[in-house]
């Protein structure tokens, strides 16, 4: 058992989609069936085993603010109503702490490399979280946003040579491809909340942004990536559940397939 579970196919798929589908199932009826996104994500990471507050590097920084993500939104879902303001404040909070997160790595740089980076990283995380929050009613969009957000961000790591953070993320997906997959077979009743679309812009768009500080996802990857929770926006189809979620899932794996193919591109050498 112990040699399945150390396994990485099994710690950033089989094990998150599991975990998210099992919390899916039981907290929907408390309206918390959005942390299946955490409980993807933190699956991973668990069987991972990287994680500890000793020597607390950007990727421990990254898991204990993707930590926050859930707690937040479960506040915002019970306690408060959601309002056209809430993505982008929650994005700046978010973007703040990312500053935290990657601080001894934009130290690196100087003068206006600093500034564009750290201007470009910010902008990313606050358009990312402030798109995917504003679907917190929409069941079926979010959920195949957090999909595409997670596979995108983690996948394209991978192949910018960041596999740990590219499990993060694929672990994010899976919790949140679970989600998805329970809304398509039982009708879209599981409401995503704050909780899934905040956890989801937060984890994917800083795993995104570590790889490619730490790794070799170019920069321009980020911009694909960032149209994943626009273009789940398009018109769905006037059909069965099942079918709308396979097409919002589409729409999100356009533009995370963009990003794989932008992150393979530059691991090649490939002129951007």
Do not use: H
């Given at each position: 058992m112990q040699d399945l579970?150390?396994?990485p196919a099994v710690q950033s798929s089989?094990?998150?989609?599991?975990?998210?589908?099992?919390?899916?199932?039981?907290?929907?009826?408390?309206?918390?069936?959005?942390?299946?996104?955490?409980?993807?994500?933190?699956?991973?990471?668990?069987?991972?085993?990287?994680?500890?507050?000793?020597?607390?590097?950007s990727k421990r920084r990254l898991v204990l603010v993707a930590m926050a993500a859930p707690v937040f939104g479960v506040i915002a879902d019970l306690a408060f109503k959601p309002t056209r303001a809430s993505g982008p404040v929650l994005g700046a909070v978010f973007a703040a702490a990312g500053g935290w997160v990657f601080l001894n790595l934009l130290k690196q740089k100087s003068g206006v490399d600093l500034a564009l980076h750290g201007a470009g990283f910010a902008a990313f995380v606050i358009w990312t979280v402030s798109f995917s929050v504003a679907l917190h009613a929409d069941t079926l969009r979010a959920g195949a946003a957090?999909?595409?957000?997670?596979?995108?961000?983690?996948v394209g790591a991978v192949l910018g040579a960041s596999a740990l953070l590219g499990?993060?993320?694929?672990?994010?997906?899976?919790?949140?491809?679970?989600?998805?997959?329970?809304?398509?077979?039982?009708?879209?009743?599981?409401?995503?909340?704050?909780?899934?679309?905040?956890?989801?812009?937060?984890?994917a768009s800083l795993v995104a942004v570590?790889?490619?500080?730490?790794?070799?996802?170019?920069?321009?990857?980020?911009?694909?990536?960032?149209?994943?929770?626009?273009?789940?926006?398009?018109?769905?189809?006037?059909d069965a559940p099942w079918m709308q979620a396979i097409v919002a899932a589409l729409y999100a794996a356009s533009a995370a397939v963009a990003a794989w193919v932008l992150a393979w591109l530059a691991s090649r050498g490939s002129p951007g």
């Open positions: 579970l150390n396994n089989v094990a998150p989609f599991l975990a998210g589908l099992l919390v899916a199932g039981l907290l929907f009826p408390l309206r918390l069936g959005g942390l299946a996104a955490a409980a993807g994500f933190f699956t991973t990471v668990y069987l991972v085993g990287d994680f500890t507050l000793e020597s607390l590097d957090g999909l595409g957000l997670g596979l995108g961000a983690g499990q993060y993320g694929m672990g994010l997906g899976a919790g949140c491809g679970a989600f998805l997959l329970l809304n398509m077979i039982f009708g879209p009743r599981i409401v995503p909340g704050t909780t899934l679309t905040l956890t989801a812009g937060v984890a570590g790889a490619v500080l730490t790794g070799q996802m170019p920069w321009y990857a980020l911009l694909a990536l960032a149209l994943v929770p626009v273009l789940v926006r398009l018109p769905l189809p006037k």
